[in-house]
């Protein structure tokens, strides 16, 4: 996780969003050289800004891990535990089991608090996770890290649920990554305020009648004691990770869409022309802010059925480069696009842990080709293998460092749980 993140976020520092929130962090606030950027050798800023844009970055192409239920787990944490490192003085700097320990510590609250809920559990409509749980998940990761006792601990996680919330509208917006950034950058401001000993209400992870605390994100929303001895949700359930930058939903129908594509043909290199398709018929749960019949960015290009199960369909895969304008612009594209209809089978939940995806493609010739993916490579229950992650991690991360820099990268994250300090990981992220 730590290292898809890392190279999640240092490809992501070479998008627009991103360049616009370095720039306004840059502009708008004094310089204070602290905390490392990704990707960028001679910026540093501040703690809380640091782990803004990083954020931001992680999150900007759709690329960071997804969890179940629904949320982006690392891209709220690890850059406010990578900023708050950095802060740590020379003589001070956590051991790499203190860092990985916070980091967990991160994932595991956003994993309970949306556990304790059955509406956390679908695709959301009304907040997105990262928003109301990332916060959360940073404060009790910089709590840790900070070695705040039990009473600031509670007062960390309480100011952080004042600093959360952001609704599902600006999905597909560059506004989006802006959500992971805050996050992380909120959760760790709430984590500092608790150290100089801001308070607020212990009561807001509590079910208490009459009034308004977690539950005003989840309704349905019921804490429970957690088990003796306790076990991390990571232990019983794995990450789901990418292979292409888009929402999660979209993995489903790209694949059954690629196995289309090589059903028509074949194995080689090849293509499927628009003259040859009638009618494209795809079968997906119902959501609506990833139905985008012609997408206008690349951000809403992430967020549509039609437009990742067209890619996977003309060039039998979805890649990074598949939401380039060159390749959004394609008019073959646009004719397939013009030719798909959904329909949303009863039996086809909006739950990442239940949810299929099946595409029908009938031929002009009146022949019907059909492709179905229940659980895409990535998924939590079929996960990329080690190979794999870093594979996708050298392609993201030598888009901004040198080779030689990204394998020391890889090297001292495989090696974190050893380091005496994780100044050895610190240096390598520029």
Known sequence: MVLDSIGVGLIGSTTDVFELALQHCQHMYAPDYISSVYGRRDVRLSPTLAAFVNGVATHSMDFDD??????????AVLPAVLALSDMMPASRKPSGLDFLLAFNVGIEIQGRLMRFSNEACNIPKRFHPPTVVGPMGSAAACAR???LDPSQCSHALAIAASLAGAP???A????KPLHIGNASRLGLEAALLASRGLEASPLVLDAVAGVAGFNAFYEDYVPQPLDSPHAFLLEEQD???????AHLGMHWVADAAASVHKLLVGAGPGKVFPHQVQDILLRVPLSKYINRPFPESEHEARHSF???????LLDGEVTVRSFTPAAMRRPELHALLSRVRLEHPHDNPANFNLMY????VMLVGGDTVNGRCDTFYGHWRNPLTNESLRKKFRNNAE???PSAKVERLIEAVDDLDRLEDCKDLLSQLQ
């Open 66 to 75: 997804t969890w179940h239920p629904a949320t982006h787990p690392s891209g």
């Open 145 to 147: 890290l900070l070695s």
């Open 168 to 170: 599902m509208a600006n």
């Open 172 to 175: 597909a917006t560059q506004s």
């Open 239 to 245: 990450m789901g990770f990418k292979r292409f930058p």
């Open 306 to 312: 039609q437009f990742n199960a067209c890619s996977a």
């Open 357 to 360: 995806g099946e595409v029908q």
């Open 399 to 401: 888009v901004v460092l």
